[in-house]
């Protein structure tokens, strides 16, 4: 299926904020994501070999594979990050190659888990920076009434009222995630992806991290998320969907329980393992 670019321009003033927490409406009916057949070379090197995929809003994508095999690249292109070497890949309609990557980026809630904070901003500032999208704070840039009310509710859905208050250095790496999380969301966006978000928490934050994840896609059932890991047990049971890379090439795609299968994830991993599948988890034996 071709997908076609969506009529909503993006606004021009990516500070000027929707009234709601995720835009629900059903504006446009076409796929969030597309990415046709799509080649990344660097160096000589295919990162990323005839890869394609379709992701639609409600839909909850994991990304696997090994060290290696070409998440991040990926997880770039749908970003808006990077461009592929051949192949198109769209972005809420927009065909990167005629569009402005830097604007077409703001409306993409891409949590990155290495971010570049110095200064020592408290949570709702950093989460506040999402209407910006910067880093830091835009000197002497406020927030409007309805943005502050919009952080706050995120804070309280990612569970860390709390925490508000705090400096980001003073924060754990499960609470960073959490804020990130809320940060990305701010700019009301009809996409997340999200970069291995589960990396170094212990067993509670991780736990934390995946139940803020499904309630957050329960309530905003039009939100569309790419998740990547190499962990079976860091994905949330709200998943939908999974691809699997292996050297830069797509295994196999589509709904989850067709996907994370025993059989695909030894090949995938290249290492037998087992797969079961409880209470919508998944977890992998050798
Ligand atoms: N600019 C580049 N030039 C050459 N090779 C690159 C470049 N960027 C990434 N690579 C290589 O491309 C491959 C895929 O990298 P990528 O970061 O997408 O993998 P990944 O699946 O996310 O891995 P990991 O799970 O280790 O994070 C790796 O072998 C990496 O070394």
């Known amino acids: 299926m071709r997908s076609h670019p969506s009529r909503a321009a993006p606004r021009s003033d990516p500070a000027r904020k929707a009234p709601s927490l995720i835009d629900s409406r059903p504006t446009d009916t076409g796929p969030v994501l597309h990415a046709d057949d799509v080649d990344v070379v660097r160096d000589g090197n295919h990162l990323l070999r005839s890869v394609s995929l379709q992701v639609h809003p409600g839909q909850h994508w994991a990304l696997l594979g090994a060290n290696g095999a070409g998440k991040t690249t990926l997880l770039n292109l749908l970003g808006a990050i990077n461009h592929p070497t051949r192949g198109s890949v769209t972005v809420l309609g927009h065909r990167l190659g005629r569009v402005d990557m830097r604007q077409l980026r703001s409306y993409v ?99 934390q991290l995946l139940t803020s994840l499904d309630d957050l896609r329960a309530e905003h059932p039009q939100l569309a998320t790419v998740l990547v890991t190499h962990h079976l047990e860091e994905l949330p049971a709200s998943t939908t969907h999974a691809m699997l890379l292996r050297d830069g090439q797509c295994l196999a795609s589509g709904e989850v329980d067709e996907v994370i299968t025993t059989d695909h994830i030894s090949k995938c991993f290249d290492h037998p393992v087992r797969i079961t599948r409880t209470d919508g988890r998944w977890h992998a034996r050798a």
């Open 109 to 207: 809630g891409h949590i990155n888990p290495r971010h570049p904070l110095r200064s020592p901003l408290r949570v709702r500032d950093v989460v506040l920076t999402g209407v910006t999208n910067t880093t830091e704070l835009v000197p002497r840039w406020q927030p409007t009434p309805q943005q502050a009310d919009q952080a706050d509710r995120l804070i309280s859905t990612l569970g860390m009222s709390e925490k508000a208050q705090a400096r980001w250095e003073t924060l754990s790496q499960g609470e960073r995630g959490r804020t990130l999380i809320a940060r990305a969301l701010m700019p009301v966006p009809r996409l997340l992806l999200l970069d291995e978000p589960a990396t170094g928490l212990d067993l509670a934050a991780r736990e």
